[in-house]
C-alpha cells in the first residue's frame, strides 16, 4: 500500500442516501465550488479549521485562557466569537471546551487508517448491497489520494461511490473510471451565467463531463438540490439535458437549513433561502416526468 495521505473532515456510517444499500460516506475537504447554499461550510477550504457554535457555549472562560493569539471575545450581545485573523488553528481552545463549542475541522490521515475504518464495516456491506462512497467538498481535487483509496475497496470487492460536482480536468475522471462502480453527479443549474452565480464557477465543464461519462456508459445518478428564488426555474433547463443522457437515476434533494448554526464566519447565504414547500418538489417532478425523466424526491 502506498503511503499518500488525504484531508477529510467526516466519515459517516449507514448511510442509506449516497448510493444502494448501507454506506460508509467519507467526506474529503476542500472544494472549488462555493455554493450560496451550501449547509457544509466546513468543507470548502483545503485546510484544518476551528468551527464554532456560539449556542453552545457555557461562558466559562477557558478558550480565553488556553488561546496563546487571544482570538476568542465575548460580544456586546453576549455572543463568543473568534477573531480569524488571530487564530492560528493550534486547537488549544477545542481541547479544553467542556461544553463542545468549539471543534477542529480537517484531519489528516493516510490510506492504512481510512482502509481499517472502511473494513469495519464490511459486514454491513455485504449483507445490504452496499458500499463506500467518497464525498465532499469535492472528493476528486484530492485525486491521487481518492484513486488509491477506490483501489483499495475494488481489491476488497467493496462497491465504490464517487460523489462529485464534476468541476475537475477529464483527465481526473479518467484515472478513476475502472475502480469507481457508480458516480453521483450535481447538477445544480442549466444556463452557465446562473451557475456562476449561484456556485461561483460556469458549468460547461461540469456539463461535458457528465456527457463523457454517458458516453461511456458510466452508472451514473443525478442529483438535482431544489433551492426556492435560486434554481426552482432551472428544472426545464435540466430536464433538457438529461433528457439526451444515459442516466440511470435522477433525485431530487430539497434545500433545508441544517448548517445554520454551523459558524465558520464564512460568506454563505443561507438564510437568504427557504425550504421548498411540497408543492414545489412535485412541480420539479413533474416537470421532470414530462420529459420522460423518472425522478424521485430524497
Not at 36 to 55: D, G, T, V
Not at 70 to 96: K, M, Q, Y
Not at 274 to 294: F, G, K, V
Request: proline share 3%; glycine share 6%.
Amino acid at each position: 500500500m502506498n503511503t499518500s495521505k488525504g484531508l477529510i473532515y467526516n466519515i459517516q456510517r449507514f448511510s442509506i442516501y449516497d448510493g444502494p444499500g448501507a454506506r460508509t460516506v467519507i467526506f474529503f475537504k476542500g472544494c472549488n465550488l462555493h455554493c450560496r447554499w451550501c449547509h457544509n461550510p466546513e468543507s470548502i477550504s483545503a485546510a484544518k479549521q476551528l468551527m464554532a457554535y456560539p449556542e453552545k457555549c457555557i461562558g466559562c472562560g477557558e478558550c480565553f485562557l488556553r488561546c496563546p493569539q487571544h482570538a476568542h471575545s465575548i460580544g456586546e450581545d453576549g455572543v463568543h466569537r473568534v477573531d480569524r485573523d488571530r487564530c492560528t488553528t493550534c486547537f488549544e481552545c477545542v481541547d479544553h471546551c467542556y461544553a463542545e463549542a468549539l471543534a477542529s475541522v480537517g484531519q489528516e490521515v493516510d490510506a492504512a487508517y481510512l482502509t481499517e475504518a472502511i473494513m469495519t464495516d464490511l459486514l454491513y456491506y455485504q449483507n445490504s448491497d452496499g458500499g463506500v462512497t467518497f464525498s465532499g467538498g469535492e472528493c476528486m481535487l484530492q485525486i491521487g489520494f481518492l484513486k488509491e483509496m477506490l483501489t483499495v475497496c475494488k481489491q476488497e470487492s467493496i462497491h465504490t461511490a464517487v460523489d462529485t460536482a464534476g468541476h475537475v480536468d477529464w483527465r481526473y475522471f479518467e484515472r478513476i473510471l475502472d475502480v469507481t462502480d457508480l458516480f453521483l453527479y450535481d447538477l445544480k443549474a442549466a444556463d452557465s451565467e446562473v451557475h456562476k452565480r449561484l456556485t461561483g464557477v460556469s458549468n460547461e465543464r461540469i456539463l461535458a463531463n457528465l456527457k463523457n461519462l454517458s458516453d461511456l456508459h458510466q452508472r451514473i445518478h443525478v442529483r438535482i438540490p431544489l433551492i426556492p428564488s435560486a434554481n426552482d426555474r432551472e428544472i426545464e433547463g435540466m430536464a433538457k439535458i438529461l433528457t439526451g443522457l444515459s442516466v440511470e437515476q435522477v433525485t431530487v434533494l430539497p434545500y433545508h437549513k441544517l448548517g445554520v448554526s454551523k459558524n465558520l464566519s464564512l460568506d454563505n447565504h443561507l438564510y437568504e433561502y427557504d425550504i421548498p414547500t411540497q408543492e414545489a418538489i412535485d412541480r420539479a417532478l413533474e416537470i421532470l416526468a414530462l420529459h420522460h425523466i423518472r425522478a424521485k424526491q430524497n
